[in-house]
């Protein structure tokens, strides 16, 4: 499929995402790296560069590096080595940054996901370590800027792409996939706001089979929504600045999410202007194939293998599959609720129908205490396939259910007779009672003669109009199927 074309010209982005690793202390000391202390509260002598102090590498952040690149099918380093990038912000104590260049421990790999009915691959250069630098703060001084240094030293993965992505919506979509991968195997919360998850487009437009465009980077975009609407922008603005005669300067831009528009920040850098070379103070990283193997061993079931293993355990279809593992607690809920009722697909219907709208509605996630447990979601179930309750008095009682106060048992015989009593006291037991039954078809028989004759005549709505009468009149209780039976026997 050939890719869209923007007012005649192909549009080109590649991404640099910078993931925060999920470690409790930095990357290269052991001060703390949780979101939200005071100012200057988390930064030790080493994040301060005060003289004297030297790095010393943090197990967890190339652990959790080597997980990614084992999840993307990267090539995993034996040997890689750290450098410092040399430049100056104030928030940069040093006067450099250490990272990685000529050497990453990550090389290689690709992301997939679906865009629409079609595949799409990205293909990754590289993941490789740094610490990020610290915060410079405006909002609260008058004429000056504050520093804190919390974030200093904090560890980063940066993730960088090839140019593969040809629109918007392709650049969003691998930005949500990359997102759901880092959080799904836990190396990184994947928090936006919080700055965890933040990515940097790098956008060029050019004419069908010309060589690539120069490049201008939109800066941390911290939201899917902005990241799309920024895109859509820097596209449009190029554009017409080659269509007005002017030519595309590299640089760094801003996305401004109140104007909607992209600003210029600074000319973009080179490698050859940070002055790239090897960090003396710290050893080359030598990662033998046993660490590897061992990192392998220990990680979670990665969401296309658990897909794979629903549509191949639970009959699930491959549309389910991809929709239950979006999550591990999406997929650990689906399990956890088909294994209480033991009707998967069942199961995966009420979790993507009722469960995930009730998500939506209340804008929580789905570990929180107001969802019912898997547990008792996979009773609910069986009472309506036992012919306890309706499926559409099922779903009112689940929504009732959806109270975080009501304390349930573990076990499935307490959760099956607390039911039980619930159905009771509000009148809610299915009506199967065919004599019953009988009485109020016959009611609505004789009090909606034009619906029989039409009927009668050959139209099909005719008859889906008496079952709804019926079923109001037994205030929801009835049995469905056996509504739909005693009617076409008696209108036979």
């Not at 080359?284 to 979670?300: C, F, N, T, Y």
């Amino acid at each position: 499929m050939k890719p869209p074309l923007v007012q005649g010209y192909e549009v080109v982005i590649g991404f640099e995402t910078h993931a925060q690793l999920s470690t409790q202390s930095k990357i290269f000391s052991r001060a703390p790296t949780a979101f939200g202390a005071e100012p200057n509260t988390q930064a030790c002598a080493v994040d301060l560069a005060l003289p004297g102090t030297l790095p010393v590498m943090n197990l967890g952040a190339v652990e959790r590096a080597i997980e990614l690149g084992l999840a993307l099918g990267s090539r995993i380093a034996e040997r890689s080595v750290f450098a410092r990038k040399n430049y100056f912000y104030p928030d940069l104590p040093k006067g450099y940054q250490i990272s990685q260049f000529e050497i990453p421990v990550v090389q290689g790999g690709e992301v997939s996901f679906m865009l629409g009915d079609e595949k799409k691959t990205v293909r990754l250069v590289r993941a490789h370590l740094e610490e990020d630098a610290g915060k410079s703060l405006h909002e609260d001084f008058i004429g000056q800027s504050g520093i804190d240094l919390n974030r200093a030293g904090t560890p980063l993965l940066e993730i960088v792409t090839e140019p593969d992505m040809r629109s918007s919506d392709e650049a969003v979509a691998y930005a949500k996939k990359l997102h759901e991968i880092v959080t799904w195997i836990g190396i990184c919360d994947g928090n936006m706001q919080e700055g965890s998850f933040r990515c940097d487009a790098n956008v060029s437009v050019r004419k069908p089979g010309a060589a690539l465009g120069t490049r201008r980077e939109i800066k941390n975009l911290n939201s899917f929504k902005f990241m799309q609407q920024a895109i859509d922008y820097e596209v449009r603005w190029q554009i017409e600045e080659i269509e007005d005669g002017r030519a595309i300067q590299q640089a760094t831009v801003l996305f401004n999410p109140d104007t909607g528009e992209t600003r210029a920040m600074r000319t973009k850098e080179d490698a050859a202007d940070y002055r790239y070379f090897p960090d003396p103070d710290l050893p080359p990283l030598v990662i033998g194939r046993d660490w590897v193997e061992r990192v392998r061993s220990q990680m979670v079931e990665l969401p296309w293998v658990m897909a794979a293993r629903f549509c191949a355990d639970y009959g699930l279809p491959e549309y389910d599959a991809a929709t239950l593992t979006q999550s591990r607690a999406m997929a650990a809920y689906f399990e956890a609720t088909a294994k209480a009722c033991g009707q998967p697909k069942l199961a995966s219907n009420w979790i993507m129908g009722e469960v995930s709208a009730f998500l939506k509605r209340q804008q929580i996630e789905i570990g929180d205490t107001e969802l019912p447990s898997a547990n008792v979601l996979g009773r609910l179930i069986l009472k309506i396939v036992g012919g306890t309750i309706s499926n559409a008095i099922g779903k009112a009682l689940f929504q009732e259910l959806c109270d975080g106060s009501r304390s349930w048992a573990q076990d499935f015989a307490t959760i099956d007779s607390d039911l039980e009593a619930i159905i009771d006291a509000k009148g809610l037991r299915q009506m199967n009672d065919s004599g019953a039954l009988e009485a109020i078809i016959d009611e609505v028989l004789a009090a909606n003669a034009k619906n029989v004759e039409e009927f009668k005549a050959g139209n099909a709505k005719a008859f889906n109009a008496l079952v709804g009468q019926a079923m109001k009149a037994s205030k929801g209780k009835a049995n469905p199927a056996q509504v739909n039976e005693l009617l076409k026997q008696k209108l036979a």
